[in-house]
């Protein structure tokens, strides 16, 4: 059993008994709006979120987190939705605060 607590968001809670599953898209399943503006293909970085706890939950960094982090546009605790996959365990976000959407209420 895995879970995505996303804390600004009002510790909305996801459970998944699928493990391997992008955390994009266990977001996108439960009805959260959650920004990829280059359609999930890792190619930007509008998808970060930012990790408070779990990163031993999510498989490892991809090319492209990789390429990120090089450029400094992803922070040590920073992954992409798109490209991570949950294994199992608990794993506790933020959505970015650039990557806020204007019709959502975030908590803090």
Known sequence: MSRIVIQNLGNFTIDSENSERKVIELIHESGID?????????????????????QESLTEETDREIFYKNQSRLKPNERLACQCSLKSGELIIRVADINKFPHLTYTE
């Open 34 to 54: 959650w920004m990829h503006a280059c359609g999930k293909k890792g190619r930007c970085t509008t998808c970060k979120m930012v990790i408070l706890k779990g």
